[in-house]
């Protein structure tokens, strides 16, 4: 779950589209998806209910977390609290639409103490996590806020805040 630096990912793409017989005449255009955009968004979710380690949010495999739900990915998350309790432990989400394919099912590591009425930060989101939203089971209602500060992971090195990547 912790992608490589970008510059391999592009080592390998360019070595690539050089070996192609038709390189000398083309012109590469490439999406990359998630290395680009991954710090784009977090979302807010409240915790409804808690049984054990398993937590009851109000977003899921059919809002903002698909990728959490389908695909198995982790994003990172954190309380939102004023107190950050040393103790943590996994959690798996379930979300609200009450379908076996609504569960994300982890880790997320989070303080032991969460419980229903918290609040959860879910970190580096993307583009993906807007575009795959849907408002199945009369779920979708979403309030967009924009915030500026750092994210909560970055696939960057400090010294090199760009998106920008040469050969």
């Not at 009425?117 to 993307?126: A, F, P, S």
Request: with cysteine; net charge negative; aromatic share 12%.
């Amino acid at each position: 779950m912790e992608p490589p630096p970008l510059e391999s990912y592009f080592e390998v793409i360019h070595a690539g589209f050089e070996a192609l017989p038709i390189s000398y005449s083309a012109e590469l255009w490439c999406e990359p998806g998630r290395a680009l955009c991954a710090e784009y968004a977090s979302l807010l979710v409240r915790v409804e209910k808690r049984r054990g380690t398993e937590l009851y949010i109000n977003d899921g495999a059919y809002g903002a977390l698909f990728d959490a739900a389908h695909i198995g990915w982790r994003y990172p998350v954190q309380l939102v609290c004023d107190e950050h309790p040393a103790r943590a432990m996994d959690f798996s989400f379930y979300g609200p639409t009450c379908d076996d394919l609504d569960h994300m099912a982890g880790p997320f590591r989070l303080p032991a103490d969460v419980d229903a009425g918290d609040y959860i930060e879910v970190g580096m989101l993307g583009a993906y996590g807007c575009a795959m939203r849907t408002a199945f089971n009369g779920f979708g209602a979403v309030r967009c806020e924009t915030v500026d500060d750092e994210p909560m992971a970055t696939l960057y090195c400090e010294h090199r805040r760009s998106n920008v990547v040469t050969l």
